[in-house]
């Protein structure tokens, strides 16, 4: 069964520094899906990023950018000039090509921006 | 187009009563999950549906737990004889199997105690 480890329970950043969340996975497949969600305290879960495993090209989205290394199954998350509103819960999460296309999700890292 | 909607956002309910969620994915989207999450835990997959069809469910659904989406479109999540375990956050998620690279997208989840 995959597997999704976030080592890192909390982290902290001062507002407009750079953070750098981690992620480790375990998968026997060769193409699959990763994401990174955010789930702030409304609790609503919210996709800040995907990666193909086919692409080696790292996925970024504005202040959001990934770094994948496939051989070593980790999957990181930095967030560059952060903003108090990226105070949230961090999820990394796996997703097969096939099948129900669950997600599979790490116990998360709960960000928190001091100003 | 809202997003996935849930219906109730919190319900506070006796043990050993049911208790039933409703989620209304986004328009058109064939593939309805349901998870669940407890305090300081990621989302944990419950089950899923294609169109009307439930077609995987986790070893977490027990018996007390059934799910159903007729039409293919709204989906309910009924719990009997609720425990205090079942005290959690029930999620509900979408996605388009071919379309919009097959992102899932979360609801706001509907919370519940258990007293």
């Known amino acids: 069964a995959q597997t999704v480890t976030q080592s890192q329970p909390e982290m902290s950043v001062q507002e407009a520094e750079t953070v750098t969340l981690s992620c480790t996975y375990d998968t026997s497949e060769s193409d699959y899906y990763l994401f990174w969600y955010k789930q702030p305290p409304s609790r609503q879960m919210i996709l800040v990023i995907r990666?193909?495993?086919?692409?080696?090209q790292n996925a970024t989205e504005n202040r959001f950018s990934v770094n994948f290394q496939k051989a070593a199954k980790s999957f990181s998350l930095k967030i560059s000039d952060s903003q108090l509103g990226d105070a949230a819960m961090y999820f990394c999460?796996?997703?097969?090509?096939?099948?129900?296309?669950?997600?599979?999700f790490g116990q998360g890292t709960r960000l928190t921006i001091n100003p | 187009d809202t997003g996935v909607s849930q219906d109730p956002r919190h319900k506070i309910t006796k043990r050993g009563q049911n208790v039933t969620f409703r989620c209304d994915p986004i328009s058109e989207h064939n593939r309805l999950y349901w998870y669940r999450q407890t305090l300081g835990q990621g989302p944990e997959f419950l089950t899923y549906f294609q169109n009307e069809a439930q077609l995987e469910k986790s070893r977490l659904l027990s018996d007390r737990f059934s799910a159903e989406r007729p039409k293919g479109s709204f989906s309910t999540l009924e719990i009997q004889r609720t425990e205090q375990g079942d005290s959690a956050m029930y999620l509900c998620?979408?996605?388009?199997?071919?379309?919009?690279?097959?992102?899932?997208?979360f609801g706001e989840g509907s919370w519940l105690t258990v007293v």
């Open positions: 998620a979408s996605s388009h199997r071919d379309r919009g690279r097959n992102t899932i997208y």
């Open positions: 990666q193909e495993a086919y692409k080696q």
């Open positions: 999460a796996y997703t097969e090509i096939q099948g129900a296309q669950k997600l599979v």
